[in-house]
C-alpha cells in the first residue's frame, strides 16, 4: 500500500515568504506528527495530531510556525515569513497510535527540503 | 517531560567491529522503546522496538537491544557491522498510556570503513 508522502519535495524561497508543507499519512492512521531535521540537530519533535484531540504544538519554535489537519487526514504545515534559519528537510510521519499501550510503528515520509535564501 | 539521550553523537567502527549505541530515558514509569534507523538518502524507518515481555529485542539486520528498566536504558547492539550499516541510528521513547507522542533522541551517525 502507500506510505506516507510529502509535497513538495524540495522548496526553495526567499527570506520572508510564507511556504506551505503537505503531508498525505498512510489511511487510517490517526496519529500525525511534523519533525524538522537539521544538520547536526537530529530530529527536532514539532507538532503532533491524534485523532479528533487538541494538537500538542509544544514543539513549534514560534508563532511563524502552524500546522492543521483537515478531516483527520492531509497536514499542512505553514511557516510564515520565513528565516535563513528555518532551511531544513521537515519530515511527517504518521502511526495508529493504540491507546492501550502497544508500541506502535512510526512510517515517515520522504520529507521536504526547504531552502531559504 | 520525558527526554531521550544518545550519547554518542558520532562512531566510526571498521567492518567486523561490534557495535554498541548508547540510549538513556527520563521517564520513570512505563514506555515502550524503539529504535530507527536512516540510510543514506532514505525514509527513517524503523529497526526494532520494546513493548513488552523479553528485555532482549531482536531487529532486522541482525541488531538487538536490551531494556534495562533499572538503567532507564535501551541500547543498541551488533556483533558484526558491516559498511552496508552506515547510516545515522535514533531512540525513541513514548509512554505507554493513553494517546501519547513519541520523543526521539538527537541521533548518532555511524560510519562503518571498509
Known amino acids: 500500500g502507500a506510505g506516507v508522502s510529502q509535497s513538495p519535495s524540495n522548496k526553495v524561497t526567499e527570506k520572508g515568504k510564507d511556504v506551505e508543507l503537505r503531508c498525505d499519512p498512510i489511511?487510517?492512521?490517526?496519529?500525525l506528527y511534523w519533525y524538522r531535521q537539521s544538520l547536526g540537530q537530529g530530529l527536532e519533535f514539532l507538532i503532533y495530531f491524534q485523532g479528533n484531540s487538541a494538537p500538542d504544538k509544544s514543539g513549534l519554535p514560534s508563532d511563524r510556525f502552524s500546522a492543521e489537519r483537515t478531516g483527520g487526514s492531509v497536514s499542512t504545515l505553514t511557516i510564515q515569513r520565513t528565516q535563513q534559519e528555518d532551511s531544513a528537510v521537515y519530515l511527517c510521519?504518521?502511526?495508529?497510535?493504540?491507546?492501550?499501550?502497544?508500541?506502535?510503528?512510526?512510517?515517515f515520509g520522504p520529507g521536504t527540503r526547504l531552502t531559504v535564501l | 517531560a520525558q527526554s531521550v539521550s544518545q550519547h554518542n553523537h558520532h562512531v566510526i567502527l571498521s567492518e567486523a567491529a561490534s557495535l554498541e549505541l548508547g540510549c538513556n530515558y527520563s521517564y520513570g514509569g512505563t514506555v515502550n522503546l524503539f529504535w530507527y534507523v536512516q540510510y543514506p538518502g532514505q525514509h527513517l524507518q524503523l529497526l526494532l522496538k520494546?513493548?513488552?515481555?523479553?528485555?532482549l529485542v531482536k531487529g532486522i539486520k541482525g541488531f538487538e537491544a536490551e531494556f534495562i528498566k533499572s538503567k532507564f536504558s535501551f541500547n543498541l547492539r551488533k556483533p558484526s557491522v558491516q559498511w552496508s550499516d552506515t547510516a545515522e541510528y535514533f531512540c525513541a521513547v513514548k509512554h505507554s498510556g493513553g494517546y501519547q507522542k513519541v520523543t526521539f533522541g538527537t541521533g548518532t551517525k555511524l560510519q562503518v570503513i571498509p
Open positions: 520494546y513493548f513488552s515481555g523479553d528485555p
Open positions: 510521519a504518521s502511526s495508529l497510535n493504540f491507546a492501550g499501550g502497544k508500541a506502535d510503528t512510526q512510517y
Open positions: 489511511s487510517g492512521h490517526t496519529a
